[in-house]
């Protein structure tokens, strides 16, 4: 009895070296406890949001550790502020005071965890000297969850949203663990009105809500994590290989992040709605882009539409004149650049990006004029995805410089002859990607009929294909759980 308890003592404590992810063991079988009691409360609406918000601050405490108290603070400051805020007679100056408090409060705890070592080391370089950086751990998920603080705070001054009553329904808000760590990026007047209505999940909804956490498992721990282990030695030893492998290295990390990053989105989407909530839309076939502003309005569409609307939009959009159109776009981008990571190859990957769409965007009416036949869809595509793959390599790599080796690889020892040897090496890695290149290939309308297939099938064929995937994980699973790409920002 005694040792059944330290097991359970030492699976509920928080373990550095083995995060709390989706596709790992532990979540599912505290998520097989969660959801009988949370159905049992689903009718009490107090007891029930107590209920998934002591869960969600649990989850990230298995998932950051001590960190869980700094949520718990964001959450009681920016709640208190956005009531007091609202109260009535308070003057445009009190209000916007509350935000400046909010918003410095925010940036600065995110700046001191993700940026105070890049700037220390930067202002180093300026002056000389030796630096020695901070011993800093960054909180899992603190970009996603202060941002969703920050729109929050914002929407209440700018009357978009009331303030919540209570902590706890912000609390639930900030904290609802599907979306805590990784995204996507939930916005306060989508979400919170959901908190009220306390809707609960419809039989097809509890069906496509399993069809989507099936689908995002098959991306990440199946397609994504076994194609990142070739994809690992090439980033691991820049100029090491061939073009050609480097090559489809480059391709393999493109086709990783995607289903990675969209898995674990498809996955929370997929339990927020077995719970009775819809959480928006975060990928949409980013791939099938022909231009780089498509590529933006598929791609982490929760992020893209949160910098349009609190960073973009403020700056003036496309509203100053066209140059300042432009200029907002890049930086724009460039700060969506720094979100992603305190390093120049970030943000040198942001400013390509915003470089990138006005460009795109300068050249529209002249690329108008050449019609929509196949082949000019086809080059447009192949240079979209050329431009995307090749600053995934900034992404990815460990620093500028091994960006720069990586890419220049690609044309260093070319030859189709390496083509054999690598596909009998590396048979499996060229299905896996081909699996994901036809499914990225095939209609949206296709997805749409085999999502209602799934719904509408007999509980023995949702049984079949779910005991095929977890048999596919266990063949093709790593020693240990590979993260999530995202956890890392």
């Not at 729109?151 to 902590?167: A, C, F, H, L, Q």
């Not at 990957?349 to 990138?356: R, S, V």
């Not at 590396?426 to 997805?447: C, E, G, K, N, Y």
């Amino acid at each position: 009895m005694t040792d059944i308890l330290a097991n359970i003592a030492d699976c509920l404590r928080y373990d550095p070296k083995a995060p709390m992810l989706f596709s790992s063991g532990t979540f599912w079988a505290l998520f097989l406890v969660f959801m009988p009691l949370y159905g049992l409360l689903r009718a009490r609406f107090w007891q029930m949001v107590v209920f998934v918000v002591l869960f969600s601050f649990f989850f990230y405490y298995k998932s950051s550790g001590v960190f869980v108290a700094l949520l718990f603070g964001t959450s009681v400051f920016d709640w208190v502020l956005s009531r007091v805020m609202s109260a009535p007679g308070r003057s445009r100056t009190f209000r916007r005071v509350c935000v400046g408090l909010s918003l410095t409060a925010s940036l600065g705890i995110l700046a001191y965890f993700k940026y105070a070592n890049f700037f220390l080391w930067n202002i180093q370089a300026m002056v000389g000297g030796n630096f020695q950086p901070l011993d800093l751990v960054l909180p899992v998920g603190i970009s996603f969850y202060t941002f969703q603080s920050i729109s929050y705070i914002i929407d209440v001054y700018k009357g978009r949203v009331e303030p919540t009553r209570t902590w706890l329904e912000y609390a639930f808000f900030l904290s609802f663990f599907p979306a805590l760590v990784a995204g996507p990026i939930v916005r306060a007047d989508y979400f919170l009105p959901q908190i009220r209505r306390n809707h609960h999940a419809t039989r097809t909804e509890v069906y496509m809500g399993l069809w989507l956490i099936i689908l995002g498992v098959v991306k990440k721990a199946i397609i994504a994590d076994y194609i990142a282990q070739y994809n690992d030695l090439i980033f691991n030893n820049p100029g090491g290989y061939s073009g050609f492998e480097t090559l489809m290295g480059i391709i393999g990390y493109t086709m990783q992040i995607y289903c990675d990053f969209s898995g674990y989105s498809d996955m929370a989407i997929g339990i927020a709605l077995i719970m009775g909530f819809k959480l928006a839309q975060n990928f949409n076939f980013p791939y099938k882009a022909q231009n780089l502003t498509d590529f933006w309005r598929r791609w982490h569409i929760s992020l893209s539409t949160w910098l349009r609307d609190y960073i973009y939009i403020p700056l003036g959009g496309n509203r100053k004149g066209t140059a300042r159109t432009y200029a907002n776009n890049f930086a724009t981008m460039l700060i969506g650049g720094l979100w992603h990571g305190a390093a120049w190859k970030f943000i040198f990957w942001g400013a390509m990006h915003g470089g990138g769409l006005a460009v795109h965007k300068a050249s529209k009416p002249y690329l108008d004029r050449m019609g929509g036949g196949w082949p000019v869809r086809a080059l447009a595509w192949l240079t979209t995805m050329a431009f995307v793959a090749c600053l995934w390599v900034f992404f990815r790599a460990d620093s500028f410089a091994d960006s720069v080796a990586i890419i220049s690889g690609v044309f260093r020892d070319f030859s189709p002859a390496y083509i054999p040897a690598f596909a009998s090496a590396r048979m499996l890695w060229l299905i896996l990607m081909l699996v994901i290149i036809v499914a990225h290939a095939l209609p949206t309308s296709f997805w749409s009929r085999a999502a209602e297939w799934f719904v509408r099938s007999p509980w023995l064929a949702k049984l079949l294909i779910f005991v095929v995937v977890v048999q596919l994980v266990l063949e093709l699973r790593n020693e240990s759980v590979s993260p999530f790409i995202y956890f890392q920002f």
